[in-house]
């Protein structure tokens, strides 16, 4: 059966462009405001039934061509022993910090404690029509353990880069674990219904490129090679990526995700091979006028490389206080601008 | 007279590599904290002898090759209308947004209402032996609108972003006043004693690349001219500039500074020209032991790119947690270790 997202992830040529936005499901939305004015960030999270109502929302309205599942990349901690707290940004109890911490993570049985997870992705699946795909997602292990050594967000990364360049073996062998956690977690995933996988990295291209070459690439790479043998694509966002471009093909990733900073067309030219992209409209012009959205949107069509396929997507999540109208617009506009 | 630094600047051959850091005076050290417990930030920024004092306190205590004037890129501000406070980010009590914000913004004369500025300077090179080379600084003009228009310190530069996407007129206008209050402001620090200047660019980098075409490099590019009139090199720093390292040698800067990203040797190729540079030390690498520290500068070193000035500098400033026994440790190993 055709599908628009899964024909443009394999390359494959497409009708028209398709187009899902991260944090499509959100606070910019008054009917995910109206759950969370009764329910907790992690409530929702890990309430099947909530998870797939505020899943769907944005679908029903919107009418994007995919749907992610409504999560947050950190679940996977508190079966680890990691309590994790919202504050609203994530706060980790006791942070990971020496290699007994690290030794104490406990592996566990994603079906057991995660099947909140898993019966969200099934129930989404039974209300979705058949040509909008479902996409699963999980952080990759730099972001996980970013959150878990600094405790939180952080500016400066000092206790994770510490860990990088003092002890770059307990590094490893966080990381690892994280690699075999993610891979058990996202192949769940897909035997739930996920028809893709997208991989998080929100704090790698934060760290120098050496960094990135030793305890990025190699890692996601194996994960992504775990994960594909479900036969799903995967989609990789590493965020502020520009100085590794030219390392991102080597996770083996089917899809690229891709901020804003760089068009399409120079930052396919640095990728290299035919990996297809998807990307990467500056969610704060959707802050402007339609006159304004409409010219910034021909001229990132503009930029789509020839013969990869392109899936439309911010380059990050949408904004809190986007005008939700002015997203709908958005949608209808790629959909219709795109048509070949 | 021979000056290492000022050699760097210019391309021309040097017995071993200038070294100074960013934040080189600040919380990490003792003498710092001293003065901070009797006076506020605001307070050493505008009275000439404790300026002077912070700024020396590195020379004396590390022995870099220049000195930096102690003071924030937000001193401008006030002079223009808009009051600062820091708490301890800086706060801007009505920010910049309409285009009637803009025009009622205030030239000022710069002596008259930033002598305490030149007053250090003047302090600071009296004290300074010959060989030390003094700099002094101010805000690129995205950075300076940054804060005008957000306010504060942003993550995701909404108001900035709406005024270039929105209204690019408005934008155009209020960069090039501050080209004007710069280059005013960065001359005046020339004739007080400053034997080069450092331009900070901390938030250009977070724009996307056809933003910095328009709004960044020729604002910059002319900001560059008029300070170079007075004969002394300008460094210009923009962080988080992997996406357009090939766009900045159009500014007209004789050195860039550089972050802790992109190696020097990959980051000069895309650069281009004959341009010097500086940095890229990550500054947490500093909180790791000295046989960690050795390596890293030593794979610093050797990625130097041959027949560049190199200035040895941090990526970005010294984290206040750094132990200030590293700090003296790294400058004599970059002196020792640079020795041709």
């Not at 909008?132 to 050594?149: D, E, H, S, W």
């Amino acid at each position: 059966m055709a599908n628009l997202f899964l024909d443009a992830c394999a390359n494959r040529p497409v009708s028209r462009t398709p187009v899902w936005l991260m944090r499509q499901a959100g606070r910019y939305m008054a009917e995910y405001r109206a759950i969370r004015e009764r329910y907790d960030f992690w409530t929702v999270c890990r309430t099947p039934e909530l998870a797939a109502e505020v899943t769907l929302q944005p679908i029903a309205a919107l009418a994007p061509d995919a749907a992610i599942l409504f999560s947050d990349i950190l679940v996977v901690l508190p079966p680890m022993g990691l309590s994790v707290d919202f504050s609203p940004g994530p706060v980790i109890a006791r942070p990971v910090r020496t290699t007994d911490d690290i030794h104490q993570l406990t592996t566990f049985d994603v079906h057991r404690e995660l099947g909140f997870v898993f019966d969200a992705l099934r129930m989404v699946r039974r209300s979705l029509a058949p040509e909008v795909a479902l996409i699963g997602f999980g952080g990759a292990p730099l972001t996980l353990a970013a959150y878990m050594v600094e405790g939180g967000k952080t500016k400066n990364f000092e206790a994770l880069k510490s860990l990088f360049y003092a002890r770059p073996e307990a590094a490893h062998g966080l990381l690892d674990f994280l690699v075999d956690v993610q891979a058990d977690f996202l192949c769940a995933q897909i035997d739930a219904g996920a028809q893709a996988i997208q991989i998080f990295d929100t704090w790698a291209g934060s760290m120098p490129r050496d960094i990135i070459a030793e305890f990025v690439i190699p890692k996601v790479a194996s994960l992504v090679a775990r994960v594909k043998k479900s036969g799903v694509p995967v989609i990789y966002f590493m965020k502020d990526a520009a100085h590794v471009l030219d390392l991102l093909a080597q996770t083996g990733a089917d899809v690229l995700s891709l901020d804003e900073k760089t068009p399409l067309d120079i930052a396919a030219a640095r990728i290299g091979g035919h990996v297809a992209l998807q990307g990467n409209f500056d969610p704060a012009v959707l802050l402007a006028d339609r006159e304004t959205i409409s010219q910034r949107l021909d001229a990132l069509l503009a930029t789509v490389p020839p013969g990869r396929g392109h899936i439309f997507n911010l380059g990050h999540g949408v904004l809190p206080s986007t005008p939700v109208e002015n997203v709908a617009w958005l949608i209808a506009q790629v959909k219709r601008r795109s048509a070949r």
